[in-house]
């Protein structure tokens, strides 16, 4: 895997984050369920959260969600290590870099053989390495993808920590009326804390969703590893 020339390292994370949401370890299309179940759950929970808190998140509530954040941050980092460490594959050589060598009346013929060919003794064991290998890759990049997430949720956390007065005032409290520019100035402070609110859920959920997939994926893929 490597990024496109005009595009950002992070834009590439997500790229391949979406693409290991939609196709499972042989290269197949998910059903719509599997594809799309954090969006059909972060999306719904997130306005759910929005609707029932008008008042915002209390201190209490970020303080554990800024220890919650930070633990997985450095669990995850330290993942992405153990992966670098534990499944790195030095590149393949290319067919025709082995060669041998057989003798038929007294005439020596040279044959090129692949490494595959050396190294899988069946197509099941070669199907198993492809399947084995893919998991690999989208294992490391879920896992890159939740630690940017869970920076970016908690940068929010800290910006509504810091400026805490400013996202703490009650949303049912206003109404509007007519068209001035108090009140446009007012809209765009309430729209302001209304994106603030709901990104922080947003990005807590959908943490949480990875993380649960991540732990669920690595304990079954290690079960069946073990049982070869």
């Known amino acids: ?55 915002g998140y209390n201190n209490d509530f970020l303080q554990l969600g800024a220890s919650i954040l930070a633990i997985l941050i450095g669990l995850f980092l330290t993942a992405l290590v153990f992966a670098l460490d534990k499944f790195y594959i030095p590149p393949k050589k290319k067919d025709g870099d082995y060669r041998l060598e057989t003798t038929e009346n007294d005439q020596t013929r040279s044959i090129e053989i692949s490494v ?67 009140s446009i100035f007012l809209f765009l402070k309430l729209l302001l804390i209304i994106a603030g609110r709901f990104f922080i859920c947003y990005f807590l959920i959908e943490m949480f969703y990875n993380t649960v997939r991540i732990i669920s994926s690595m304990v079954n893929f290690m079960s069946i590893r073990i049982q070869r």
């Open 1 to 55: 895997m490597r990024p496109d020339k005009h595009s950002s390292f992070i834009c590439f994370v997500y790229s391949k984050a979406r693409e290991s949401e939609t196709l499972d370890i042989n290269n197949r299309r998910k059903p719509f369920i599997r594809r799309n179940g954090r969006l059909l759950l972060s999306y719904p929970l997130s306005f759910i959260v929005l609707l029932t808190l008008p008042a």
């Open 116 to 182: 595959e060919e050396i190294v899988y003794e069946n197509a099941q064991e070669k199907l198993w390495q492809k399947q084995s290998l893919y998991y690999v890759q989208q294992f490391n990049v879920l896992v890159g993808k939740n630690v940017i997430v869970g920076i970016w949720a908690l940068a929010l956390i800290c910006t509504y920590v810091m400026y805490y007065n400013f996202f703490s005032v009650r949303l049912d409290d206003y109404s509007f009326v007519e068209i001035t520019l108090p």
